[in-house]
């Protein structure tokens, strides 16, 4: 492996994204934590235990050494953040959810700043946009003149159940089967419920239900059914070709994910790139593949081309 000195990147914002940026980087070999940067008001929360040697500062200014900074705020502040780092010279990585002539503007913004400061940036380096846009354009390359189709569902088997809805007390619920380790089939029924409502009594009603009777069926009460569906996302990417003298292309890309750690994990690869960069903005699509591998490319390379 190489020995070349691991790039010292500071997190900013220490949200979803934040947080496993720091982990998966205290996890490699190649990059460092050289500080997350928060605001004053939570400077003083606990960081998780594989953390704790890592400084927390109010202001990236503090930090010593910092080769780039993951932008891991909220979208709307990503631009005045991503200035005031910039000003300092260093390159930043953001992954701000704009789609569509948002991003095209935002992208534009961020390029002025970067030249400006003579500093290279990466915009929408995350899952979507990011990765997923990668793999949009292939899929559009590859079957030119054709349409694409983009259904969003939940991760797992998680779906609507009307039996559980029918349950006095129950505002929601999803329903997902889950293999247990020795291989019986279980359903977990997740259910939002009215105040006041006695969890137990939901929970006897649906076992007794013919539909769950004999089955293996455990109710889990949670606040927010949509933060679970959150939780575990999945995307279809469906590309048909025109069909024409070439025959019928049809690409289809399944996926089933935590988008917070893909996108972290998008992050990381964009910074492995950074010190191949000019000043100025690049997008995931600007930047050649091998590059996000870091040290690590000829292997990559062999690997998978
Ligand atoms: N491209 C993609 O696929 C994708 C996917 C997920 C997220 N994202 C983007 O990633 C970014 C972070 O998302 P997240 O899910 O981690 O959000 P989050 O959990 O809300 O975390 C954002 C963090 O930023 C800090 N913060 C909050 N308000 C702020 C403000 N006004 N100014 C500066 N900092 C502030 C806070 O950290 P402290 O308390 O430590 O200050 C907060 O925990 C967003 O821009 C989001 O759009 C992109």
């Known amino acids: 492996?190489?020995?070349?000195?691991?790039?010292?990147?500071?997190?900013?914002?220490?949200?979803?994204?934040?947080?496993?940026?720091?982990?998966?980087?205290?996890?490699?070999?190649?990059?460092?934590?050289?500080?997350?940067?928060?605001?004053?008001?939570?400077?003083?929360?606990k960081l998780p235990e594989t953390l704790r040697s890592i400084p927390v500062t109010t202001h990236i200014g503090q930090a010593r050494d910092v080769d780039a900074a993951l932008l891991c705020v909220p979208t709307n502040a990503v631009?005045?953040?991503?200035?005031?780092?910039?000003?300092?010279?260093?390159?930043?990585?953001?992954?701000?959810?704009?789609?569509?002539?948002?991003?095209?503007?935002?992208?534009?913004?961020?390029?002025?700043?970067?030249?400006?400061?003579?500093?290279?940036?990466?915009?929408?380096?995350?899952?979507?946009?990011?990765?997923?846009?990668?793999?949009?354009?292939w899929f559009?390359?590859?079957?030119?003149?054709?349409?694409?189709?983009?259904?969003?569902?939940?991760?797992?088997?998680?779906?609507?159940?009307?039996?559980?809805?029918?349950?006095?007390?129950?505002?929601?619920?999803?329903?997902?089967?889950?293999?247990?380790?020795?291989?019986?089939?279980?359903?977990?029924?997740?259910?939002?419920?009215?105040?006041?409502?006695d969890p137990e009594m939901v929970a006897q009603a649906i076992r007794a239900d013919p539909l769950f009777l004999g089955e293996d069926t455990q109710v889990f009460p949670v606040e927010s059914l949509a933060a679970l569906e959150q939780e575990g996302r999945g995307v279809v990417l469906d590309r048909r070709g025109s069909p024409g003298r070439f025959g019928h292309q049809h690409l289809l890309l399944e996926a089933r994910f935590d988008e917070t750690v893909l996108t972290a994990q998008v992050m990381l690869g964009a910074a492995r790139a950074l010190p191949q960069l000019e000043p100025g903005v690049s997008c995931l699509l600007d930047i050649p593949l091998n590059l996000l591998w870091g040290e690590h490319a000829e292997q990559a390379e062999r690997r998978w081309l």
Do not use: N
């Not at 910039?86 to 935002?106: N, T």
């Not at 380790?181 to 029924?189: A, N, W």
């Open 79 to 137: 631009e005045e953040t991503a200035e005031q780092i910039l000003r300092r010279g260093i390159p930043i990585i953001e992954c701000a959810k704009l789609q569509g002539a948002a991003l095209h503007a935002h992208k534009e913004a961020m390029h002025k700043l970067a030249i400006h400061h003579k500093t290279p940036a990466i915009v929408g380096a995350g899952w979507d946009p990011g990765a997923l846009s990668v793999f949009r354009s």
């Open 1 to 45: 492996m190489s020995s070349m000195k691991p790039l010292r990147l500071a997190v900013v914002g220490f949200g979803k994204v934040g947080r496993v940026c720091a982990e998966l980087i205290s996890l490699s070999h190649d990059l460092s934590v050289a500080a997350i940067v928060r605001r004053a008001a939570s400077v003083e929360g």
């Open 140 to 197: 559009a390359l590859l079957a030119p003149g054709g349409i694409t189709e983009t259904r969003h569902h939940t991760g797992s088997s998680l779906r609507h159940t009307t039996m559980a809805l029918s349950v006095t007390g129950v505002k929601d619920a999803l329903c997902a089967e889950v293999r247990a380790v020795d291989g019986r089939l279980q359903r977990y029924v997740y259910v939002e419920l009215q105040e006041g409502t």
